[in-house]
């Protein structure tokens, strides 16, 4: 089970960026499986531009590198990276804890 967990709302600079992050997702994905991550997303607005992306990792210095994989590959494309607008860290683990304290508590 990840220990990491971040979910990311991403905006691509232009409909081009947008499109070509949608042609090469596959790809993405082959690096985050790679490096021990899982990438799952979904479009939130084409309009906008903007995807939700969610990213398991073992620990947050493997997202890391994972991204920085991630935008090597965009730029030896010449793929314009999309920009985050916002991250949250799901901290999967210390959640569990927390849930776990609080279950002792309620009965005790």
Same mark, same amino acid.
């Given at each position: 089970?990840?220990?990491?967990?971040?979910?990311q709302i991403i905006?691509?600079? /232009?409909?081009?960026?947008?499109?070509?992050? +949608?042609? $090469?997702?596959?790809?993405? %994905?082959? #690096?985050?499986?790679?490096?021990?991550?899982?990438?799952?997303?979904g479009i939130l /607005?084409?309009?906008?531009?903007?995807?939700? +992306?969610? $990213?398991?990792?073992?620990? %947050?210095? #493997?997202?890391?590198?994972?991204?920085?994989?991630?935008?090597?590959?965009?730029q030896s494309r010449?793929?314009?990276?999309?920009?985050?607008?916002?991250?949250?860290?799901?901290?999967?683990?210390?959640?569990?804890?927390?849930?776990?304290?609080?279950?002792?508590?309620?009965?005790?």
């Open positions: 089970m990840a220990k990491f967990n971040e979910e905006q691509c600079p /232009s409909e081009k960026s947008f499109n070509d992050h +949608l042609l $090469i997702w596959e790809e993405i %994905k082959k #690096i985050a499986d790679h490096m021990g991550c899982q990438f799952t997303w /607005s084409r309009e906008e531009r903007t995807f939700k +992306l969610n $990213i398991y990792a073992p620990s %947050k210095d #493997i997202q890391m590198n994972c991204l920085i994989e991630v935008m090597k590959m965009l010449g793929i314009e990276p999309a920009i985050i607008l916002q991250a949250k860290d799901l901290r999967c683990e210390e959640a569990e804890e927390i849930l776990e304290g609080m279950k002792e508590v309620l009965h005790a």
